[in-house]
Protein backbone atom coordinates (compact mmCIF):
# COMPACT_ATOMS: atom_id res chain seq x y z
CA UNK A 1 0.00 0.00 0.00
CA UNK A 2 1.35 3.58 -0.86
CA UNK A 3 2.91 5.28 2.09
CA UNK A 4 -0.30 8.29 3.84
CA UNK A 5 0.95 11.70 2.19
CA UNK A 6 0.18 14.49 4.23
CA UNK A 7 -1.39 17.06 2.41
CA UNK A 8 -0.32 21.02 2.03
CA UNK A 9 -3.44 22.79 1.40
CA UNK A 10 -4.85 25.14 4.06
CA UNK A 11 -7.98 24.21 5.32
CA UNK A 12 -11.21 26.62 5.28
CA UNK A 13 -10.68 27.85 9.24
CA UNK A 14 -14.14 26.18 10.66
CA UNK A 15 -13.65 23.14 8.80
CA UNK A 16 -11.73 19.72 10.23
CA UNK A 17 -9.91 18.16 8.00
CA UNK A 18 -11.39 14.82 7.32
CA UNK A 19 -10.47 11.06 5.98
CA UNK A 20 -12.34 10.38 3.00
CA UNK A 21 -12.74 6.98 0.86
CA UNK A 22 -13.67 6.89 -1.98
CA UNK A 23 -14.24 3.50 -4.65
CA UNK A 24 -14.45 4.66 -8.28
CA UNK A 25 -14.08 2.79 -12.02
CA UNK A 26 -15.16 -0.71 -13.44
CA UNK A 27 -14.54 -3.94 -12.00
CA UNK A 28 -12.94 -6.35 -14.16
CA UNK A 29 -14.00 -10.33 -13.68
CA UNK A 30 -12.00 -12.71 -15.43
CA UNK A 31 -13.43 -15.17 -17.41
CA UNK A 32 -10.09 -16.82 -18.54
CA UNK A 33 -6.48 -15.62 -18.82
CA UNK A 34 -7.81 -12.88 -21.35
CA UNK A 35 -11.34 -11.98 -20.93
CA UNK A 36 -13.33 -10.48 -18.23
CA UNK A 37 -16.74 -8.84 -17.79
CA UNK A 38 -16.70 -5.37 -17.23
CA UNK A 39 -18.66 -1.89 -18.02
CA UNK A 40 -18.73 1.62 -19.49
CA UNK A 41 -17.50 3.48 -16.26
CA UNK A 42 -14.45 5.60 -16.93
CA UNK A 43 -13.86 6.84 -13.01
CA UNK A 44 -14.14 9.89 -13.81
CA UNK A 45 -16.71 10.86 -11.25
CA UNK A 46 -14.77 9.19 -8.37
CA UNK A 47 -11.53 11.15 -9.47
CA UNK A 48 -13.02 14.11 -9.92
CA UNK A 49 -14.04 13.77 -5.95
CA UNK A 50 -10.71 12.64 -4.87
CA UNK A 51 -9.06 15.49 -6.38
CA UNK A 52 -12.19 17.90 -5.46
CA UNK A 53 -11.57 16.78 -1.65
CA UNK A 54 -7.92 17.24 -1.60
CA UNK A 55 -8.31 20.95 -3.05
CA UNK A 56 -10.77 21.07 0.20
CA UNK A 57 -7.63 20.04 2.48
CA UNK A 58 -8.81 16.74 3.15
CA UNK A 59 -6.76 13.33 3.20
CA UNK A 60 -8.64 10.52 0.41
CA UNK A 61 -8.09 7.14 -0.06
CA UNK A 62 -9.26 6.15 -3.35
CA UNK A 63 -10.03 2.59 -4.00
CA UNK A 64 -10.04 1.80 -8.36
CA UNK A 65 -10.92 -0.33 -10.64
CA UNK A 66 -8.70 -0.20 -13.97
CA UNK A 67 -9.10 3.48 -15.68
CA UNK A 68 -7.13 5.37 -18.10
CA UNK A 69 -6.82 8.27 -15.56
CA UNK A 70 -3.89 9.80 -13.66
CA UNK A 71 -4.54 9.28 -9.82
CA UNK A 72 -4.86 12.78 -8.51
CA UNK A 73 -1.88 14.30 -6.53
CA UNK A 74 -1.71 13.53 -2.99
CA UNK A 75 -4.32 10.65 -2.53
CA UNK A 76 -3.36 7.50 -1.54
CA UNK A 77 -4.07 4.93 -4.05
CA UNK A 78 -5.04 1.50 -4.08
CA UNK A 79 -5.70 -0.30 -7.68
CA UNK A 80 -7.91 -3.14 -7.19
CA UNK A 81 -9.56 -5.24 -10.20
CA UNK A 82 -12.43 -7.12 -9.56
CA UNK A 83 -15.59 -6.43 -7.32
CA UNK A 84 -14.12 -9.34 -4.58
CA UNK A 85 -10.58 -7.14 -4.13
CA UNK A 86 -12.64 -3.88 -3.97
CA UNK A 87 -14.47 -5.79 -1.33
CA UNK A 88 -11.29 -6.81 0.63
CA UNK A 89 -9.81 -3.28 0.35
CA UNK A 90 -12.48 -1.43 1.73
CA UNK A 91 -13.27 -3.95 4.20
CA UNK A 92 -9.42 -3.46 5.85
CA UNK A 93 -9.89 0.24 5.12
CA UNK A 94 -12.87 1.82 6.33
CA UNK A 95 -12.81 1.86 9.91
CA UNK A 96 -10.32 4.28 10.28
CA UNK A 97 -12.40 6.90 7.49
CA UNK A 98 -15.02 9.69 8.51
CA UNK A 99 -16.50 9.87 5.22
CA UNK A 100 -17.13 7.15 2.35
CA UNK A 101 -17.93 7.49 -1.10
CA UNK A 102 -19.11 4.69 -3.14
CA UNK A 103 -18.69 5.76 -7.10
CA UNK A 104 -17.55 2.62 -8.30
CA UNK A 105 -19.32 0.43 -11.14
CA UNK A 106 -18.92 -2.97 -9.81
CA UNK A 107 -20.14 -5.39 -11.44
CA UNK A 108 -22.98 -7.50 -10.04
CA UNK A 109 -22.47 -10.60 -11.45
CA UNK A 110 -19.11 -12.54 -11.62
CA UNK A 111 -18.32 -15.52 -13.68
CA UNK A 112 -18.91 -18.63 -11.29
CA UNK A 113 -15.44 -20.71 -12.59
CA UNK A 114 -12.08 -18.63 -14.39
CA UNK A 115 -11.15 -21.31 -16.75
CA UNK A 116 -7.15 -21.47 -16.42
CA UNK A 117 -6.75 -21.74 -19.59
CA UNK A 118 -8.63 -19.47 -22.78
CA UNK A 119 -11.76 -20.51 -23.62
CA UNK A 120 -11.80 -22.09 -26.99
CA UNK A 121 -15.06 -21.56 -29.13
CA UNK A 122 -16.39 -24.84 -29.76
CA UNK A 123 -20.59 -25.01 -30.17
CA UNK A 124 -22.90 -22.59 -31.83
CA UNK A 125 -23.28 -20.99 -28.02
CA UNK A 126 -22.09 -20.28 -25.32
CA UNK A 127 -23.53 -19.79 -22.02
CA UNK A 128 -21.87 -18.65 -18.78
CA UNK A 129 -22.83 -19.20 -15.24
CA UNK A 130 -22.57 -15.90 -13.37
CA UNK A 131 -22.79 -15.34 -9.67
CA UNK A 132 -23.52 -12.68 -7.51
CA UNK A 133 -20.65 -10.13 -6.26
CA UNK A 134 -20.82 -9.14 -3.03
CA UNK A 135 -22.38 -5.77 -2.36
CA UNK A 136 -19.46 -3.30 -0.91
CA UNK A 137 -22.14 -0.16 -0.07
CA UNK A 138 -24.64 -2.66 1.36
CA UNK A 139 -21.87 -3.69 3.58
CA UNK A 140 -20.66 -0.26 4.99
CA UNK A 141 -22.74 -0.26 8.13
CA UNK A 142 -23.94 -4.05 9.15
CA UNK A 143 -20.94 -6.18 7.50
CA UNK A 144 -18.09 -3.34 8.07
CA UNK A 145 -19.97 -1.82 11.46
CA UNK A 146 -18.97 2.13 9.26
CA UNK A 147 -20.48 4.68 11.74
CA UNK A 148 -19.42 7.65 9.27
CA UNK A 149 -21.09 9.48 6.58
CA UNK A 150 -21.72 7.31 3.86
CA UNK A 151 -22.76 8.36 0.06
CA UNK A 152 -23.61 6.07 -2.69
CA UNK A 153 -24.45 6.76 -6.21
CA UNK A 154 -27.27 5.21 -7.67
CA UNK A 155 -27.27 5.20 -12.36
CA UNK A 156 -30.88 5.04 -13.18
CA UNK A 157 -32.45 4.48 -16.51
CA UNK A 158 -36.32 5.28 -15.17
CA UNK A 159 -37.74 6.41 -12.04
CA UNK A 160 -34.72 7.91 -10.68
CA UNK A 161 -35.76 9.52 -7.29
CA UNK A 162 -37.68 6.25 -6.23
CA UNK A 163 -34.88 4.23 -7.07
CA UNK A 164 -32.36 6.47 -5.53
CA UNK A 165 -34.58 6.64 -2.31
CA UNK A 166 -34.61 2.53 -1.86
CA UNK A 167 -30.86 2.23 -2.20
CA UNK A 168 -30.75 5.23 0.56
CA UNK A 169 -33.30 2.97 2.74
CA UNK A 170 -31.89 -0.47 1.80
CA UNK A 171 -27.85 0.66 2.11
CA UNK A 172 -28.48 2.71 5.23
CA UNK A 173 -26.66 5.73 3.01
CA UNK A 174 -26.57 9.33 4.68
CA UNK A 175 -27.20 10.36 1.01
CA UNK A 176 -27.21 9.29 -2.42
CA UNK A 177 -26.19 11.11 -5.53
CA UNK A 178 -28.72 9.63 -8.26
CA UNK A 179 -27.76 10.73 -11.79
CA UNK A 180 -30.26 9.07 -15.12
CA UNK A 181 -28.12 7.70 -17.15
CA UNK A 182 -30.24 7.39 -19.89
CA UNK A 183 -29.47 11.11 -21.00
CA UNK A 184 -26.93 12.21 -23.18
CA UNK A 185 -23.87 13.54 -21.97
CA UNK A 186 -24.77 12.55 -18.17
CA UNK A 187 -22.84 9.75 -15.84
CA UNK A 188 -21.23 7.01 -17.45
CA UNK A 189 -17.98 7.94 -19.69
CA UNK A 190 -19.29 11.32 -20.08
CA UNK A 191 -17.14 14.22 -18.80
CA UNK A 192 -20.45 16.00 -17.48
CA UNK A 193 -23.16 14.64 -14.84
CA UNK A 194 -26.55 16.45 -14.00
CA UNK A 195 -27.16 14.93 -10.32
CA UNK A 196 -30.12 14.48 -7.78
CA UNK A 197 -29.05 14.53 -4.04
CA UNK A 198 -31.31 12.21 -2.48
CA UNK A 199 -31.59 13.12 1.19
CA UNK A 200 -33.29 11.07 4.22
CA UNK A 201 -35.83 13.87 4.45
CA UNK A 202 -35.52 15.78 0.96
CA UNK A 203 -33.72 16.12 -2.63
CA UNK A 204 -32.00 18.48 -4.38
CA UNK A 205 -31.23 18.96 -7.96
CA UNK A 206 -27.91 20.00 -9.06
CA UNK A 207 -27.46 21.31 -12.47
CA UNK A 208 -25.58 19.57 -15.62
CA UNK A 209 -21.82 20.74 -15.11
CA UNK A 210 -18.53 19.29 -15.47
CA UNK A 211 -17.44 16.39 -13.33
CA UNK A 212 -14.87 18.05 -11.86
CA UNK A 213 -16.88 21.73 -11.26
CA UNK A 214 -20.20 18.85 -9.89
CA UNK A 215 -17.42 17.29 -7.48
CA UNK A 216 -16.53 20.45 -5.86
CA UNK A 217 -20.03 21.04 -5.24
CA UNK A 218 -20.58 17.57 -4.21
CA UNK A 219 -17.53 18.12 -1.68
CA UNK A 220 -19.16 21.01 -0.09
CA UNK A 221 -22.73 19.23 0.84
CA UNK A 222 -20.46 16.06 2.09
CA UNK A 223 -18.52 18.17 4.41
CA UNK A 224 -21.31 19.61 5.51
CA UNK A 225 -23.57 16.66 5.91
CA UNK A 226 -20.90 15.38 7.85
CA UNK A 227 -20.65 18.27 9.95
CA UNK A 228 -24.26 18.54 10.72
CA UNK A 229 -25.00 18.85 14.71
CA UNK A 230 -25.02 15.49 15.97
CA UNK A 231 -22.20 14.32 14.50
O1 LIG B 1 -27.54 -1.40 -6.19
P1 LIG B 1 -26.69 -0.58 -7.10
O2 LIG B 1 -25.57 -1.34 -7.72
O3 LIG B 1 -27.43 0.22 -8.12
O4 LIG B 1 -26.06 0.51 -6.09
C1 LIG B 1 -25.16 1.47 -6.53
C2 LIG B 1 -24.29 1.89 -5.39
O5 LIG B 1 -23.80 0.75 -4.68
C3 LIG B 1 -23.05 2.62 -5.86
O6 LIG B 1 -22.68 3.54 -4.85
C4 LIG B 1 -22.02 1.50 -6.00
O7 LIG B 1 -20.69 1.98 -5.89
C5 LIG B 1 -22.39 0.60 -4.84
N1 LIG B 1 -22.15 -0.83 -5.05
C6 LIG B 1 -21.18 -1.49 -4.32
N2 LIG B 1 -20.99 -2.85 -4.49
C7 LIG B 1 -21.75 -3.54 -5.38
C8 LIG B 1 -22.74 -2.88 -6.14
C9 LIG B 1 -22.90 -1.53 -5.96
O8 LIG B 1 -20.48 -0.84 -3.52
N3 LIG B 1 -21.53 -4.84 -5.54
Known amino acids: MPALVTCQRPI ?11 TAGPTREPLDPVRFLTNRSSGKMGY ?33 ETAAEMHAAVAHCLA ?27 GA ?8 TPDILGAARSGFGFSGTLVGFAAETEHLEANARAKLVGKH ?40 ALAHRLVTAIVALHERPGN
Open 12 to 22: EPHTRRVHVLI
Open 173 to 212: CDLIIANDVSTAGCGFDSDTNEVLLVYPDHNEALPAASKL
Open 125 to 132: TLTLELVR
Open 96 to 122: RMDIAVFAAAVADYTPARVAPHKIKKA
Open 48 to 80: ALAQAFIHAGHSVLLISGPTALDVPERVDFIPV
